[in-house]
């Protein structure tokens, strides 16, 4: 599953803005074949405040057989550039194809998109028979895996292939998966949020929206999430003292 950042500056009411009129992202999961990016306010991805964006500026074009995502100008004044390993191309007749980590510039502005690579793996740590079961189930839907053991590589956004490994917990307590999670920073999130991301994606698949707001995992520590963060930092002080 991709995810794009979104990335813009200007007043509130730009895609990527929030009040303070700085520099600001939000992240969604492309759900569609087609995500359209411009200052049309019909686009999937608007850039409202920024005159160098053209109404339809470009598009991305995702291969559900495949996975693979690339981007498409469509024929705007300043044009569609792709930033990858630090070198700058410019996106011409030929549509690119963009890999985990991507940065695609829209317009001669700040209006930009960063693309990641999720291929869900959970990891279960404290939950209940029902609860795994649950897990199970919903992680087949996103396409996912369930897995038993945390890997030192596995992190949010690898490319094709790379798995991301989030460790799903109903509580927090000092278990070798939560201390490692910690200390790889992994996220941990109680399982009602592989449920409502769950929803969230088949909500905008009900409606046929190209993409869908991510649900943040910050936003879903485990019951005692401070006491531990305290512990683990604390050992983790004593093995660099």
Request: contains cysteine; hydrophobic residues 35%; aromatic residues 8%.
């Amino acid at each position: 599953m991709w995810l794009i950042d979104i990335f813009s500056s200007g007043p509130p009411g730009a895609t990527g803005t929030t009040n303070d009129n700085n520099f600001k992202s939000i992240s969604k999961y492309i759900i569609g074949p087609i995500v359209n990016i411009g200052r049309k306010t019909d686009c999937d991805v608007i850039f409202l405040n920024d005159k160098s964006v053209s109404r339809n500026h470009a598009e991305l074009h995702l291969n559900t057989n495949d996975g693979t995502i690339t981007i498409k100008d469509l024929k705007s004044k300043f044009m569609t550039y792709v930033i990858s390993n630090g070198v700058k191309t410019t996106v011409k007749d030929e549509e690119i194809v963009l890999k985990s980590d991507d940065i695609v510039q829209i317009g001669a502005c700040d209006s930009r998109i960063k693309l990641k690579y999720i291929s869900f793996h959970m990891c279960p740590t404290k939950l209940e028979k029902e609860q795994k079961e649950q897990l199970k189930i919903i992680t087949k839907k996103l396409h996912g895996k369930v897995v038993t053991n945390i890997t030192p590589t596995s992190s949010i956004g690898g490319h094709i292939g790379e798995p991301s490994t989030i460790t799903i917990a109903a509580r927090f307590a000092a278990t070798m998966k939560i201390l490692e999670s910690i200390i790889l920073n992994i996220p941990i999130v109680t399982l009602q949020w592989v449920i409502d991301t769950y929803k969230t994606i088949e909500h905008a698949n009900e409606y046929k929206q190209s993409i869908c707001l991510a649900i943040a995992t910050d936003k879903y520590f485990p019951p005692g999430f401070e006491a531990i963060q305290h512990c683990t930092q604390s050992m983790v002080s004593s093995f660099q003292g």
